[in-house]
Every structure is written in structure tokens, then in C-alpha cells.
């Protein structure tokens, strides 16, 4: 059984986070990781520099949790639905054709979610759950609905944002010979 660590306090992000962040994106990146951890573990995709992070700051936000004042996840959003190519590119492409209960997305205020990282270490301890529920008060009010993909081969996170936090399966894409899940929430009025 896991357990839940109680001391933990989510916050938006701060300039001085952002080397931590970027630390945790590349320890955890699809290209870091042996395929056996991959396999454990999920990972993360993407490029991100301390400006992409700043960027995201300036939008809805990056949301993290520390224990014990050390950062240890986070979670980025953003509603600047611009990208120029790979997986979020598709996904934005596809938003005026996917619908969540019923609506299309595209009639929706969407923003989107990620990357997600929460240290290894801290695993399995409640703090994803604490993330997302930072997401959403960041996002309420703002967002109607929130977005993401996932690489389809990454099944830990599949496992944790649909069984775990309750997404669902939207739609989905296949990109470079990678198949890809399109997953959605809804973010509560605020």
C-alpha cells in the first residue's frame, strides 16, 4: 500500500524552479530512459528550455509540489494553443473534431496539460493526485476543458490519468509510426 505524504504544498511555479523542472523533464525523457523503465515508469516528451518554461509560467501556469521545500513535480497548462510541429501540433489540429460529453471541444475554452512529472522517489504517494488538483484550480474559471496526449506505448501513464485521475479517451492520432491517445477532463467553473 502506498503512502500519502500529508506535508506536501502545491503552488505555481517560480523562476527559481525551473532548473528542478528541467531536471526532472530530461532524468525522465523517453530518450533518458532504458525501455524496461519506460515500460515501469512512463516518460515524458518533448523539448523544453528554461524560455518554453517561462512561457508557460506567463500562460496558465506551471503548478508544483514540494515536500519538505523541495520540488519534486510539476505540471504545466497553457491555453496559447499554438505549436509548430510533433504531437501537440497534432493534437491541436484535431481539437474542432473531438467532443467531451457530448460538446465539441473546439465550443469549449480548452487549455492543455503537460508535462507531468513527479519524482521517482516520490511516487505512488498522492502527489500526482495533488498536482492535478492544483491544475484544475489554476484552470477554473479559465478553461472549460483540459487536453493532452499520450504515446499509447507509454502505459503507465495512460494508467495513472485515465484509471488514476479519471480522463477520458477522446480520440487519437498516429504520428511518425507512433500511435498516440488524445485524453480530456473537465476543469469545474471555479
Known sequence: MSETIVA?????????????????IESNSREALTEQDRDAYGFVQGDFTAS???????????????????????????QNLAAGNGPLAELLGQLDQLTLHGRPVSELRPA????????RAYRGKGLLRSLFEGVLGVLAGKADVGVLFVEDSNRHS????????????????????RGYSILAFPVPRG
Open 112 to 119: 492543455v496539460y503537460g508535462p507531468v512529472v513527479v519524482d
Open 158 to 177: 495512460m494508467a495513472v490519468h485515465v484509471n488514476g485521475l479519471g480522463m477520458e479517451c477522446i480520440g487519437g492520432f498516429e504520428l511518425d509510426g
Open 52 to 78: 518554453s518554461l517561462a512561457a508557460l509560467e506567463a500562460d496558465t501556469g506551471v503548478v508544483v509540489v514540494e515536500v519538505s521545500g523541495k520540488v519534486v513535480g510539476f505540471a504545466g497548462t497553457s
Open 8 to 24: 506536501a504544498t502545491v503552488r505555481q511555479s517560480r523562476p527559481e524552479d525551473r532548473e528542478t523542472i528541467l531536471g526532472l
